[in-house]
């Protein structure tokens, strides 16, 4: 993978009115990755990409797009966006969108390729009004990619699909990142981010509290949790200090822990039965969560 940077935010601060959004974000997107950009709603990850598509301008710090300023129409060019907030005329058909779109750019993909590609044959001619939820999203997906872009910039790609077009969008965003198209992604769907991010930052109260790849995300979370069959009382394992939480469904027993191995031993010393042990790491979610709890309280909301 390359490590040149295709977009980047160096030591932004974004306020509005008393509300700080942004505080000294250093953000970079390389060419050839996915980036997942996550964080919990207020985390400011919408002023982020806003600088970066130069939508709006930072008080401190810059934001550079290609090495342009984002708002030079060069730049802008070189990128696909799909929000999640999207106002199309209600009469026009998917088809007459592409058409549009793809004027807009100097070498775009094939309209009637991209149709085939995400499936949308059948309702390519329909007006946008008479397309289901899922199915404008679709077509906000196609309008992104058939310019070609360079870097395509993903708000929230699969709300409202279901989870067999979930599963095809997927698949395209690996396509294309296989074809030299690099991706930032913004999703609440952190099984999406786990899925396909090369690279992930973690936003709380403006800064950046966490970068690198889903391992390197999930290392920063000591936690571990234990699944196994035993018949020791709730009680006794809820007892250990190293247990954080204990659940137990249909016989079997979840322990979450700092210190797995000490849990281990307590359980084969008090429970010879004990069985079907499985020790399994922190997931992204779980990464997540802490990260953001312990990022630290702000002293004023952020946007």
């Known amino acids: 993978m390359s490590h040149a940077s295709l977009a980047s935010l160096n030591a ?5 009115g008393k509300i700080t959004a942004l505080d000294g974000l250093d953000l970079s997107v390389m060419q050839g990755e996915l980036l997942a950009l996550l964080g919990p709603n207020g985390a400011g990850k919408s002023t982020a990409i806003s600088l970066l598509l ?3 301008r930072p008080d401190e710090g810059s934001a550079t797009l290609f ?3 984002p708002q030079e129409v060069e730049a802008r060019r070189r990128i696909g966006i799909m929000m999640q907030e999207v106002a199309l005329s209600p009469v026009m058909r998917p088809r007459e969108f592409l058409t549009q779109v793809a004027s807009y750019y100097p070498t775009p993909y094939d309209v009637q390729a991209v149709i085939k590609r995400l499936g949308l044959e059948k309702v390519a001619d329909r007006t946008y009004k008479d397309l289901s939820g899922g199915q404008k999203r679709q077509v ?5 990619i058939v310019g070609r872009p360079e870097l395509l910039f993903l708000d929230e790609p699969s709300v409202g699909l279901d989870t067999n077009a979930r599963a095809a969008l997927w698949q ?3 396509d294309l990142i296989h074809e030299g198209c690099s991706i930032v992604l913004t999703t609440h769907y952190l099984e999406e981010a786990e899925a396909l991010a090369n690279r992930v930052a973690v936003v709380a109260h403006g800064r950046l509290v966490a970068g690198g790849s889903v391992d390197e995300i999930r290392a920063h979370v000591s936690r571990k949790t234990i699944q196994c069959r035993s018949s020791l009382p709730r009680a006794q394992m809820q007892s250990w200090p190293e ?3 204990l659940s137990e469904e249909s016989g079997r027993q979840s322990i979450v822990t700092r210190d797995a191995e000490a849990v281990l031993r307590r359980l084969l010393d008090a429970d010879a039965g004990v069985r079907d042990i499985e020790v399994r790491r922190a997931g992204l979610a779980e990464a997540f969560t802490e990260l953001t709890a312990t ?6 909301a952020r946007t």
């Open 12 to 16: 932004v601060r974004k306020r509005f």
């Open 54 to 56: 130069g939508l709006q």
């Open 67 to 69: 090495g342009r300023d």
């Open 140 to 144: 906000q997906f196609a309008m992104a």
């Open 172 to 174: 395209v965003v690996r």
């Open 243 to 245: 247990v954080v939480d």
């Open 295 to 300: 990022a630290g309280e702000s002293p004023e």
